[in-house]
């Protein structure tokens, strides 16, 4: 670590504050997890950024964590909606998924 990193983490430290560059938060390197670990990498580092760990007395982690399952939960929900309806929008163009014997009201 050079001596302006090591200065750096030290005032960040006295503030309280998450020092860089931290394991945690170190961008992905090739083969490195999947996209939603590399997501919550980079939500991690934006949460710390703005210290908005601060207004919750909560762990960035644990803030990227709820964003997350609040991601996934989302994506859950519409997709499901679109199979009721019989439809799925994708970014390549709709899908069929009608369900066979099934009406939507």
């Known amino acids: 670590m050079s001596n302006e990193e ?7 430290t006295a ?4 020092a860089f560059p931290h394991p945690a938060l170190t ?8 996209e939603d670990e590399r997501l ?5 580092e934006l949460l710390n950024r703005h210290c908005r760990e601060n207004k919750s007395n909560t762990p960035d982690f644990l803030l990227a964590d709820v964003m997350m399952d609040a ?3 989302f994506e859950e929900a519409t997709n499901a909606r679109a199979r ?3 439809r799925g929008d ?7 998924l009608s369900r066979e014997g099934e009406k939507a009201c």
Request: aromatic residues 6%; proline residues 11%; without cysteine.
């Open 84 to 86: 009721w309806y019989g």
């Open 15 to 18: 503030e309280g504050r998450l």
């Open 71 to 73: 991601l996934r939960g």
């Open 40 to 44: 919550q990498r980079d939500l991690q």
């Open 27 to 34: 961008p992905p390197g090739p083969g490195d997890g999947d």
């Open 6 to 12: 090591q200065a750096r983490n030290s005032d960040a």
């Open 90 to 96: 994708t970014v390549a163009g709709p899908v069929d």
